[in-house]
């Protein structure tokens, strides 16, 4: 199980809006009216038409805990919200155990099998039920399983053995798309050094954060002031700093399209084979503003330096299936340079960017790779000849149910550089002070790269396993902020 870092500042929410604008726009497509079995032990909502696409939506605070389940290969056995609920989970046996919270009105079948409807037993689970679960105990990250036996009752409930198993099961011949915020108040925080500040701000006038710090609705902002160290192998040492601030306003964006599932015939449900198209990224709005000031004492070698890790599981509603994202930010500092050039400069840039990886049939599993910043110097001064480049970045992780699948980075950077002469005259026998003349130009420039990679992990949609990681690629731009002359 995960170690998870103390929860900062306020309790969290359900999730709510992460990473970057311009993600897959929410689908407004409704779901039909959910019918309702009598059942006592399950509130058995079915998924929508699957004329209609699934609603994809923050989980509401009450269905924080929700538990979805289906029985893929037997009439009506498409995907329904129940009580039941994932009681406990041991990881490393893949044993589970299911309650029903609610109370039975029926004697439940002794061996759990299906009804005539189709639908599984009040109270029960069954060998073939697949579950999604929201974090529960023992499965922080969420749990999607199928249950491969049922091994008997306890005090807590039904004790099942578990395997993986994917979301086209659930999902089957559905299509869902929506793009959800991320509730800023429902990041675990671990700072890493002394002085990092963590902001937020959401609906309802609430904000946490210091006093008099501006953050809008729906961002995450984290500030940090620290000392460069001198890099080992520097030719100077350090007698620099960096300070300032990254905000987030962090969004997952998620789709499915069940194109290529098996029909369903008249005497059974389909036969999941895997989706025709899949979609999981991160996206958002990004404000930063940092500065770097004195004489850096780093190498040709760039030298990172983590200041902040950030953790959220939010929970999203897809149609009746609760799909946790696990999400993961470290905002770091990267320095390199020659330790020769002496720089005041500092930089503000906004922008949004969006990244992940989208499935075709056709083309398997492919990048994306986008990010559009605009940035202004608040400050520039660079004096003797050298180099220097220093980056405020977010390297951000996302995956389903504890399985990472995209990782992105995103680096705005600053580069300084200045070239010239110094040149000294002292007349022979006089006691007149040295003429002292530099010449030369600098020059400083704004720049971004956005990287990453494509994990195996996101075979989890049930398409074609991955067979190696895939780089997003590296998007790279750059641009000149300012010069002058020495």
Same mark, same amino acid.
């Given at each position: ?77 498409? !995907? ?12 490393? +046996? ?38 999604? @679960?929201? %974090? ?18 306890? $005090? ?7 395997? %993986? ?11 869902? =798309? ?43 902002? *984290? ?6 160290? +001198? ?35 008249? !005497?059974? #449900? ?7 198209? !899949?979609?999981?990224?991160? @996206? ?11 004489? $850096? ?11 902040? =890790?950030?953790? #959220? ?31 005041? *400069? ?8 969006? $990244?992940?990886? /989208? ?36 390297? !951000? ?9 995209? /990782? ?9 550089? #200045?070239? &010239? ?40 949609? &049930? +398409?074609?396993?991955?067979?190696? #990681? ?17």
């Amino acid at each position: 199980m995960r170690k998870r870092p103390s929860r900062a500042l306020v309790p969290a929410l359900a999730a709510s809006a992460l990473f970057l604008a311009a993600g897959c726009s929410a689908d407004p497509g409704q779901s039909s009216a959910a019918a309702r079995t009598p059942d006592a032990g399950a509130s058995a909502t079915t998924t929508a038409n699957s004329d209609q696409p699934l609603a994809v939506a923050a989980a509401p605070a009450a269905a924080a805990t929700s538990t979805a389940v289906a029985r893929p290969g037997t009439a009506g056995g498409k !995907a329904r919200k129940t009580s039941l609920k994932v009681k406990s989970y041991d990881s490393h +046996t893949r044993r589970a155990v299911i309650s029903a919270v609610a109370k039975e009105t029926s004697s439940p079948s002794p061996t759990g099998t299906p009804t005539p409807a189709g639908t599984a037993t009040p109270g029960r689970t069954a060998v073939g039920d697949v579950i999604a @679960s929201a %974090p529960a105990p023992g499965a922080p990250d969420g749990l999607l399983a199928k249950v491969t036996k049922v091994i008997g009752e306890t $005090a807590d409930g039904t004790e099942v053995q578990t395997a %993986p198993t994917t979301l086209d099961t659930l999902l089957g011949g559905d299509d869902a =798309k929506g793009t959800v915020p991320v509730d800023p108040a429902s990041f675990d925080v671990e700072r890493l050094l002394p002085d990092v500040k963590v902001s937020w701000a959401k609906t309802g006038d609430i904000h946490s954060g210091p006093e008099g710090t501006k953050v809008p609705l729906g961002s995450l902002r *984290v500030d940090v002031a620290t000392k460069v160290a +001198t890099a080992e192998g520097a030719p100077a040492s350090a007698d620099a700093s960096v300070s300032g601030f990254v905000q987030v306003k962090p969004e997952v964006d998620f789709s499915y399209g069940g194109g290529a599932s098996t029909a369903a015939t008249a !005497a059974t #449900a389909s036969t999941a084979s895997g989706p025709g198209a !899949a979609y999981l990224g991160v @996206s958002g709005d990004w404000t930063s503003q940092w500065a770097l000031k004195g004489r $850096a004492g780093a190498t040709a070698k760039p030298v990172r330096l983590p200041f902040a =890790k950030l953790h #959220a599981d939010p929970v999203l509603q897809v149609g009746p299936i609760p799909v946790v994202v696990n999400l993961d930010l470290t905002c770091y500092f990267e320095i390199s340079g020659d330790g020769r050039v002496t720089v005041d *400069v500092g930089q503000d840039l906004k922008g949004d960017f969006k $990244a992940g990886g /989208t499935f075709g049939t056709a083309a398997g599993w492919t990048p994306v790779n986008e990010s559009h910043m605009d940035s202004s110097p608040v400050r520039t001064s660079v004096t003797t000849a050298g180099s220097v480049k220093a980056a405020l970045g977010a390297q !951000a992780t996302v995956g389903l149910y504890g399985a990472v699948g995209v /990782t992105a980075d995103l680096a705005p950077y600053l580069r300084g550089e #200045a070239a &010239g002469t110094v040149t000294a005259t002292t007349p022979v026998g006089s006691g007149t002070k040295s003429d002292v003349a530099a010449s030369g130009s600098w020059a400083l420039y704004g720049g971004l790269d956005l990287s990453g990679t494509l994990q195996i992990q996101l075979a989890i949609f &049930g +398409t074609p396993v991955i067979q190696h #990681a895939i780089p997003l690629g590296t998007l790279h731009r750059e641009w000149k902020l300012a010069d002058g002359k020495m």
